[in-house]
């Protein structure tokens, strides 16, 4: 019990630490955006003191203010889920957020779960015909193909099937002219316009089969697995329960972490595919110098990330006995 | 020599055989050609009896148990007949039985414990699960299922609904061995086989075990196999023994005769070879030789390489059963010259004199350890830290001196701290409090904060040969490269000419010739012995003053054994070494000590118990712990056995250890006054002898003896 706490505590801090870096950089350091914005729009308006407001409503910091105390407004402002207003696209950020998550979730959440789906089936496959020729051919294609970086396959995926063939389309993220809400049509335009992204994030595939592959064939040379054996089990009550769910239980904390770094990924995906979620706005913002998205960006990002590590941690006891106590059989 | 080639096995009253092999033979296809791991053997099971089947490793044991289930692991193909005969009904040829009536067959007629008990079960399902999913999977009722387990676990001193709660990281090596134990009797089979259902428990826990199987097998009709390459361990269990030796079986008798009267070579090598509390040191002899590779078994009698006996009539034909008692057989053309002469081979004395520990007690010490406390583990560090104080002390205030070309040798279970003490002694665990001098100097002065010694000199003079030698070489170093490093370290004022001389002289020493050739290889081409034998000699080469051997033989073969331990006290006697030894087995322990006038100090969860000469603690043991080691360690021949002289058979938490006398749980003389009060050391010796013992017992006055036993409450 003890454990979660202290587990929920440093997912806080680590969040509260992001949040106070970000105002070091927009506030403190030299040149920092603050100043920047002061200096730059205070000229060109008749009442200077409105710079300073300007400031305050777009990066939720007055730089009149002592030190201390924007601080505490900045974090508390950010607590709230007040991430300041956007210039380039001029709205608040929260609310431009607000509207690409779901899209980035939706791709990636695609992405992760199949590549972890077919990942481990295939790996699963691997390690029962151990060393045939089905096995060494996948080993091959895996090993390849997880060396391959994403946006490569991104690229080329890009180049072959959208322009070249045409079968899906090069950018945007919905069909047009179809009603938006939950019909048929838009539902398959929708994931139509999802289909590239998610195939170039399968990449991660190739790990996981590996290491599914891996896992498997340590579980199946254990002892648990002969004695099962020989009490006569069935042989898919071995499967299931024996091999997948041992070979399995490693890669869970393997997923959450994927599904964070994934948030990475969107980065530079959604931007080869015009794809409007998070990280194309993130790219936006640097383009345009657009500081409070992508600071927004960048702290939504990090959150989330903490966010699939804790929920990882706090679930990870849940499906595994032995996770929170230590071996203490030898010293 | 003309010798009659009876048919013993039809020699034999009509007997009630359970399981039959015949001609049976396991081979494994491998590139070198193939591996015959069980060699054409024929074995007959009684009914309700209790065979122990003895061999070393690599004799074809495992796959002996195996093949009577016809559960040889993959790709090896068992041939030749295994035959079941059910107490009602027709024989049954186990290797012809489909997959369907073999999954019934196993577990339900026959099952098996073996090797890997610590991890035979699950690590993500609670005991329950593994109980409830074997009895559905052959269609048992499962609430009478469960109520047999509960009676098997009460049987086995274990609390059923803890163990069935539990999940299997939760329970102790002994507690899960037992727990399996249970798991493969819940279908009520008839047979029991076991591979080494013990070798990974503490002696203390095996003999526990062992002395409940008696029990069990009484209670539950059973049959059982059990197999082991340690001959004391099932020797007074046993009915019957059987001696493998490569892929064969050398002699079968009964256990008796096996005992009095071993005709086989083998068997009476073994006997000679095997370390005990009892035969006088000098009848001990290490085999010369290994066991052949089972790809290349020598034609003829297979033991003839090694046998001192072996003519042409070994070399050229396979010796058969010859009848050498009632229901004994041996495979061995000249065994009754074997039972003449074969003591006589290996009688060769050696005669040292040892200054007794007794003498040593009066020089300065070299190591003292002064009130030295180990605790591992976190306590509360930092604001972050949420967590709840989870300590261990290892080791809780021991005092001790080592003396100049001194042997101590620490035993105890495992988790008694006897390994940290041995590593804070030389230096390589930071003691948490007290202090540890070199000749008079704290040996972490000057250290700082750091883990490692500040003084060269110091750290040259403490050192250490690992339990693992093969994970101690560099693998990628040739023999020479890792004994030239000492050399050059800490003798610098050799050239290479000398450094050559010294590492070929040093491996001479050590039996490793032609030396020329061996310094060019690298360890993986090297034998386990021979391995060991080279990390020795690279400690001994930075000429160091203390050397820690943890468990530096257990891991070898019976047969090595008292050769490697003959080796160290040769080499300790040369170089004017001092030796601490770790073990947790107290024949070791005593041949260690004993031969060279060591000591041996007993410890239990973190402190020194008893501590004194070989003669003492074996023969005089004053401490109920000692008392209870000793009585773990079987003696060959030795007939009457009586219960555990302990309470219970589990070590407490040693996260929370008990208060008082630690051993007050267990101990079978504790007192009300034990469990509050904690007993010190008492002088128990004499002029000659050496023994100290931390026990309220040793002493004529104390309010122990008036205090109220504590009730038994099992
Ligand atoms: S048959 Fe010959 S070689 Fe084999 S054990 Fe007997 S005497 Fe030795
Ligand atoms: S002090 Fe008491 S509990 Fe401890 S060993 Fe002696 S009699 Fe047993």
Redesign the interface.
Known sequence: M??K??RI??AV?TVLAVLTLSFVMIRMMPGNPVDAFVARVGPQLENPQEAYERAETYMNINPQEPMHIAYVNYMADMIQGDMGRSMSQNAPVAAIMAEAIPWTLFVMSWAVFLGFAVGISLGALMAYWEGSKFDSALTGYATTITSIPFYVLALFLLMTLGYQLGWFPTGGRRPEGVAVGFNLPFMMGIIYHATLPVLSMFVASGAASLTMRGNSVRVLG???L?????????DR?IAI??VA??AI?PMYTGLMIAIGTMFGGAVVLEEIFSYRGMGYYMIQAVRARDYPLMMGTFTVITIAVVIALLIADLTYGK????AG?E????? | MTLSRSDASTARPADDVVIELRDTSVEYGMDRGTSKVLNEVDFEVQRDEIVGVIGESGSGKSMFASAMLDAVPEPGVTTGEVIYRPEDGEPVSVTDLSKEELRRFRWEEVSMVFQGAMSSFNPVMDIRTHFVETLSAHDYDVDRGIERARELLSDLYLDPDRMLDSYPHELSGGMKQRVLIALSLVLEPEVLVMDEPTAALDLLMQRSIVSLLEEIKEKHDLTIVFITHDLPLVADLADRLAVLYAFEFAEVGPSEDILENPAHPYTRALLNATPNLSAPLEEMRPIEGESPDPVNIPDGCSYHPRCPLSDEQCVESDPGPYDAGPEHDVHCHHWEQSVEDIDVAFAETDERAFTSAAEKAVDEPLVSLSDVEVTFGSENDGWLDFGEDETVSAVDGVSLDVYENDVLVLVGESGCGKTTLGKTAVGLQRPTGGSIEYRQRDIWEGSGGTSSLADEEIRRALQIVHQDPGSSLNSHQRVRTILEQPLKRWHPELDGNDRRERILGMLEYVGITPPEDYVERYPHQLSGGEQQRIALIRTMLINPDLILADEAVSALDVSLRVGMMDLMIELQDAFDTSFLFISHDLSNARYLAEKTGGRIGVMYLGRLVEVGSAERIIQNPQHPYTKALRWATPELGEEAREDPPIRTIDIPDAQDPPSGCRYHTRCPEAREVCTTESPEFVDVGDETQIQRSACFRALDEHPYWQSDPIADDS
Do not use: C, K
């Open positions: 003890n454990w706490i202290r505590g440093q801090f254990e002892d648990y002969r004695v099962a054996r020989l009490r006569g089990l069935s009550t329960r024996y769910r041992n239980l499906i595994d006995p032995r106590s071996d203490r059989e030898a010293f």
